[in-house]
């Protein structure tokens, strides 16, 4: 490992071809670019570095950005990469303030994890910069070795070593410690992640949820400044998912850890983070709280990825009300759309209520009971359908017909 050293001011030109995560485990057991889980350098390994520039929040596809409330640990600033002629991040900006825990969210396709790679330093950029703790770690003329980025990362696929025991994978980046000091800091975050008396096992001894632990604990042993979480929990059954995504922010909450998840699964990014970024072929389509983007989307993008829901159409008035077949809504704020518009009505499951004393009927043509709720379609008089979630203990027949009335506290309206 001593040829994987950290040198201050270690710079070097932009490169193609680094480890793809996957296998970047076993690429450092060759002696190639080490994982950034073993990212254990001094604090100065990059003080040679050029300072950073202003301090930038996320920037939306209409390129506002707004202003950073505190130091920002990561800063994400327009960068861009491509893969021959197709560009698959395209001027995407985010910053991090430390201890916050962030997730670019996205289908498969849309960017996410080539921008947590490039973060990583596995990735060179065509262009804009990755600001770490107030250095340049990347632009499009320069690339901080991974080892010297102090950055941690936990994998879909875990990346243990088979042959090493639970022990040894959570020490094998900590080669600056002495024995006694490793053991001890290997014990402690068993211990954090659940695992305690557990460092004899081997990796093929445990379930996937023990390996995954397993991987937390190995990113988190050096005391990363940041941690990388790459569909960490995408192999594992969905109750346990839900489980372990929980536990995971309670871990990096108590230890202050600042931290990206990528994933495509909303409701594991609504239960590990503080903010979310939605992307969409390469760039961040909003930025905010889970609660944010599901009650305020900004674009039909966000709207249809974030929750269920149906767009129905309408007609903004002069009193700016919108006028709809299930009756008039008054937006909080009024809509930047001139009168006598048509505009399409964001209708989520929640905004319908179930009312056998509404005179507005409508009938069940599919329900998919959820235990304590059923998810009614219904068809409307006009034959355009809406989502209703009710329930369960209201066990309506597919064909019956039922009351319901709208509650839309935040009305969003795209125009048709």
Known sequence: MDSMEARPGNVVPARRGLPHSSNAAHEMARGAAPHPY????????????PASPARTR???RSGTREAAAGAAVIEVDR?????????????????LARGNIACLLGP???????VLRAIAGFEPLQDGRVVLDGQTVSSSDALVPPEQRR??????????FPHLDVAANVGFGLTRAGRAERAARVEEVLELVGLAGSGSKYPHELSGGQQQRVALARALAPRPELLLLDEPFSNLDVDLRERLSLEVRAILKAQG???ILVTHDQYEAFAMADEIGVMHDGVIEQWGSAHELYHRPKSRFVAGFIG????????LRGDARIEVELGMLQPAVPLQLPADSAVDVLVRPDDIIHDDASPMQAEVVHKAFRGAEILYTLRLASGGRVLALVPSHHNHAVGERIGIRVEIEDVVAFAA
């Open 38 to 49: 073993n990212a254990h350098m001094r604090t100065d390994s990059y003080s040679r570095l």
């Open 58 to 60: 996320p920037m939306t």
């Open 79 to 95: 960068i861009r990469h491509a893969f021959g002629r197709h560009a698959v991040v395209k001027g995407l900006s985010f910053a």
């Open 108 to 114: 498969s396709g849309c960017g996410k994890t080539t």
């Open 151 to 160: 950055i941690g990362m936990v994998f879909q696929d875990y990346a243990l």
């Open 257 to 259: 850890t600042t931290a």
């Open 308 to 315: 269920q829901g149906v767009l129905m159409p309408g007609h």
